[in-house]
Protein backbone atom coordinates (compact mmCIF):
# COMPACT_ATOMS: atom_id res chain seq x y z
CA UNK A 1 0.00 0.00 0.00
CA UNK A 2 0.93 3.04 -0.08
CA UNK A 3 3.35 4.98 2.17
CA UNK A 4 1.76 8.05 4.11
CA UNK A 5 3.93 10.73 6.59
CA UNK A 6 6.52 13.37 5.73
CA UNK A 7 7.62 13.68 2.60
CA UNK A 8 11.37 14.69 3.10
CA UNK A 9 13.05 17.08 0.09
CA UNK A 10 16.51 15.01 -1.11
CA UNK A 11 19.48 16.03 -2.26
CA UNK A 12 21.82 13.72 -4.25
CA UNK A 13 25.36 15.57 -4.23
CA UNK A 14 28.71 14.26 -5.72
CA UNK A 15 31.71 14.24 -2.79
CA UNK A 16 33.60 17.00 -3.15
CA UNK A 17 31.13 19.40 -4.74
CA UNK A 18 29.34 21.93 -2.59
CA UNK A 19 26.04 21.40 -1.69
CA UNK A 20 23.10 23.99 -0.62
CA UNK A 21 20.52 22.62 1.28
CA UNK A 22 17.03 25.50 1.52
CA UNK A 23 14.59 26.19 4.12
CA UNK A 24 12.04 28.78 4.12
CA UNK A 25 10.61 29.53 6.97
CA UNK A 26 7.72 30.49 8.38
CA UNK A 27 7.36 33.45 10.56
CA UNK A 28 8.98 36.95 10.21
CA UNK A 29 9.25 37.99 13.71
CA UNK A 30 11.77 34.75 14.39
CA UNK A 31 15.26 36.14 15.27
CA UNK A 32 17.19 33.35 15.50
CA UNK A 33 17.75 30.03 13.28
CA UNK A 34 20.11 26.85 13.84
CA UNK A 35 20.66 23.92 11.48
CA UNK A 36 21.07 20.51 12.71
CA UNK A 37 22.28 17.33 11.40
CA UNK A 38 20.95 14.19 12.15
CA UNK A 39 22.36 11.16 11.04
CA UNK A 40 20.52 7.32 11.40
CA UNK A 41 20.16 6.43 14.83
CA UNK A 42 21.67 9.62 16.55
CA UNK A 43 19.91 12.80 17.67
CA UNK A 44 19.76 16.49 15.85
CA UNK A 45 23.55 17.86 16.06
CA UNK A 46 23.86 21.59 16.05
CA UNK A 47 25.57 22.50 13.33
CA UNK A 48 25.44 26.24 12.83
CA UNK A 49 23.46 29.12 14.28
CA UNK A 50 22.64 32.91 12.93
CA UNK A 51 20.92 36.09 14.67
CA UNK A 52 18.32 37.67 12.59
CA UNK A 53 20.94 40.84 12.85
CA UNK A 54 23.43 39.15 10.48
CA UNK A 55 22.70 38.14 6.49
CA UNK A 56 25.89 35.54 6.61
CA UNK A 57 28.03 33.46 9.09
CA UNK A 58 30.57 30.81 8.51
CA UNK A 59 31.82 27.54 10.38
CA UNK A 60 34.44 24.97 9.24
CA UNK A 61 33.03 24.20 5.92
CA UNK A 62 29.64 25.57 6.19
CA UNK A 63 28.08 28.76 5.73
CA UNK A 64 24.80 30.01 6.30
CA UNK A 65 22.98 32.71 4.40
CA UNK A 66 19.89 34.47 6.00
CA UNK A 67 17.27 36.57 3.95
CA UNK A 68 14.96 37.95 5.80
CA UNK A 69 13.21 40.37 2.53
CA UNK A 70 11.73 36.66 1.11
CA UNK A 71 12.06 34.58 4.98
CA UNK A 72 14.55 32.13 3.34
CA UNK A 73 18.01 30.06 5.05
CA UNK A 74 20.03 28.67 3.47
CA UNK A 75 23.28 26.40 4.29
CA UNK A 76 26.46 25.74 2.22
CA UNK A 77 28.49 22.49 2.89
CA UNK A 78 32.02 22.97 0.63
CA UNK A 79 33.92 19.77 -0.42
CA UNK A 80 30.45 17.49 0.07
CA UNK A 81 32.37 14.89 2.21
CA UNK A 82 30.44 10.71 2.38
CA UNK A 83 30.20 11.79 6.25
CA UNK A 84 27.79 14.48 5.47
CA UNK A 85 24.97 12.35 4.70
CA UNK A 86 22.53 12.64 6.72
CA UNK A 87 19.21 14.63 7.39
CA UNK A 88 19.17 18.28 7.58
CA UNK A 89 17.09 20.59 9.73
CA UNK A 90 16.20 24.24 9.86
CA UNK A 91 15.15 25.52 13.06
CA UNK A 92 13.31 28.80 14.00
CA UNK A 93 13.15 30.53 17.49
CA UNK A 94 10.59 33.64 17.93
CA UNK A 95 12.60 35.50 20.44
CA UNK A 96 10.26 37.88 22.60
CA UNK A 97 10.44 35.03 25.74
CA UNK A 98 9.65 32.14 23.17
CA UNK A 99 11.65 29.23 24.14
CA UNK A 100 10.15 26.97 21.12
CA UNK A 101 11.85 25.91 18.09
CA UNK A 102 10.18 25.63 15.22
CA UNK A 103 11.61 22.42 12.97
CA UNK A 104 11.35 22.27 9.35
CA UNK A 105 10.68 18.86 7.91
CA UNK A 106 14.19 18.32 6.98
CA UNK A 107 15.79 17.42 3.50
CA UNK A 108 17.62 14.41 3.00
CA UNK A 109 21.42 14.54 1.79
CA UNK A 110 23.22 11.77 -0.02
CA UNK A 111 26.70 11.72 -0.61
CA UNK A 112 27.92 9.73 -3.91
CA UNK A 113 31.15 8.54 -4.08
CA UNK B 1 32.28 18.03 28.06
CA UNK B 2 29.77 15.17 27.87
CA UNK B 3 26.88 15.76 26.13
CA UNK B 4 22.87 15.07 26.81
CA UNK B 5 23.13 11.21 28.33
CA UNK B 6 19.74 9.51 27.42
CA UNK B 7 18.58 6.01 28.74
CA UNK B 8 18.30 3.43 27.80
CA UNK B 9 18.34 3.89 23.80
CA UNK B 10 16.18 0.79 23.16
CA UNK B 11 12.99 -0.49 24.94
CA UNK B 12 10.51 -2.92 23.66
CA UNK B 13 7.67 -3.86 25.97
CA UNK B 14 4.03 -5.00 25.81
CA UNK B 15 1.13 -2.68 25.64
CA UNK B 16 -0.25 -1.71 28.60
CA UNK B 17 3.39 -1.68 30.57
CA UNK B 18 5.18 1.34 32.48
CA UNK B 19 8.10 3.30 30.67
CA UNK B 20 10.42 5.10 31.84
CA UNK B 21 12.92 7.19 29.82
CA UNK B 22 15.73 8.71 31.08
CA UNK B 23 17.76 12.10 30.78
CA UNK B 24 20.77 14.03 32.28
CA UNK B 25 21.23 17.59 30.42
CA UNK B 26 24.72 18.80 29.78
CA UNK B 27 25.78 20.24 33.49
CA UNK B 28 25.48 24.25 33.34
CA UNK B 29 22.23 23.65 31.25
CA UNK B 30 19.29 25.17 33.07
CA UNK B 31 16.19 24.52 30.13
CA UNK B 32 15.42 20.92 29.38
CA UNK B 33 13.20 19.65 26.76
CA UNK B 34 11.54 16.52 25.81
CA UNK B 35 10.48 15.52 22.31
CA UNK B 36 9.13 12.79 20.25
CA UNK B 37 10.09 11.93 16.40
CA UNK B 38 8.11 9.88 14.00
CA UNK B 39 8.15 9.62 10.30
CA UNK B 40 4.52 10.81 10.49
CA UNK B 41 5.00 14.09 12.69
CA UNK B 42 8.22 14.92 12.63
CA UNK B 43 9.39 16.60 15.59
CA UNK B 44 6.93 17.27 18.21
CA UNK B 45 8.23 19.35 21.40
CA UNK B 46 6.21 17.31 24.42
CA UNK B 47 7.37 19.53 27.34
CA UNK B 48 9.83 22.32 28.15
CA UNK B 49 11.37 22.68 31.91
CA UNK B 50 13.29 25.92 32.79
CA UNK B 51 15.35 25.77 36.17
CA UNK B 52 13.40 22.12 37.19
CA UNK B 53 10.27 23.74 37.22
CA UNK B 54 7.45 22.22 34.10
CA UNK B 55 6.83 25.37 31.85
CA UNK B 56 4.64 24.41 29.32
CA UNK B 57 3.48 20.84 28.51
CA UNK B 58 0.90 21.77 26.28
CA UNK B 59 2.47 18.87 23.66
CA UNK B 60 2.05 16.04 26.28
CA UNK B 61 -0.91 14.20 24.25
CA UNK B 62 -2.48 12.64 27.23
CA UNK B 63 -2.89 12.06 30.63
CA UNK B 64 -0.64 8.97 30.23
CA UNK B 65 2.87 10.94 29.61
CA UNK B 66 4.15 12.36 32.96
CA UNK B 67 7.75 14.46 32.88
CA UNK B 68 9.39 15.23 35.97
CA UNK B 69 12.78 16.92 36.73
CA UNK B 70 13.78 16.94 40.52
CA UNK B 71 17.05 18.32 39.94
CA UNK B 72 19.30 20.22 37.83
CA UNK B 73 21.07 17.14 36.49
CA UNK B 74 17.95 14.55 35.93
CA UNK B 75 15.07 14.18 34.42
CA UNK B 76 12.69 11.14 33.36
CA UNK B 77 9.81 10.98 30.86
CA UNK B 78 6.65 8.57 31.36
CA UNK B 79 3.98 6.91 30.13
CA UNK B 80 1.61 5.05 31.57
CA UNK B 81 0.22 3.24 30.22
CA UNK B 82 1.97 2.51 27.07
CA UNK B 83 0.24 2.01 23.90
CA UNK B 84 1.33 1.09 20.62
CA UNK B 85 0.90 4.52 19.06
CA UNK B 86 3.45 5.55 21.43
CA UNK B 87 6.21 3.78 19.68
CA UNK B 88 8.51 6.33 18.22
CA UNK B 89 11.98 8.26 19.03
CA UNK B 90 12.02 10.26 22.58
CA UNK B 91 14.91 12.79 22.24
CA UNK B 92 15.74 15.07 25.50
CA UNK B 93 17.54 18.43 24.42
CA UNK B 94 19.39 20.85 26.79
CA UNK B 95 20.65 24.65 26.56
CA UNK B 96 21.77 27.44 28.46
CA UNK B 97 18.85 29.69 28.87
CA UNK B 98 16.10 29.36 26.08
CA UNK B 99 14.92 32.05 24.05
CA UNK B 100 17.30 32.70 21.07
CA UNK B 101 19.77 29.28 22.09
CA UNK B 102 20.55 26.23 20.56
CA UNK B 103 19.49 23.26 21.68
CA UNK B 104 21.97 20.28 22.49
CA UNK B 105 20.22 16.76 22.13
CA UNK B 106 20.70 13.26 23.16
CA UNK B 107 20.91 10.08 21.26
CA UNK B 108 17.30 9.67 21.97
CA UNK B 109 15.57 6.43 23.57
CA UNK B 110 13.67 4.22 20.20
CA UNK B 111 10.41 3.09 22.05
CA UNK B 112 8.39 0.15 20.70
CA UNK B 113 5.60 -1.09 22.08
CA UNK B 114 4.01 -4.76 21.05
Known amino acids: GESVGLHLPTLSVQEGDNSIINCAYS??????FIWYKQESGKGPQFIIDIRSNMDKRQGQRVTVLLNKTVKHLSLQIAATQPGDSAVYFC????????????FGAGTTVTVRA | DAGVIQSPRHEVTEMGQEVTLRCKPISGHNSLFWYRQTMMRGLELLIYFNNNVPIDDSGMPEDRFSAKMPNASFSTLKIQPSEPRDSAVYFC????????????FGDGTRLSIL
Open chain 1, 91 to 102: AENRGRGDYKLS
Open chain 1, 27 to 32: NSASDY
Open chain 2, 93 to 104: ASSRGAQGRAQH
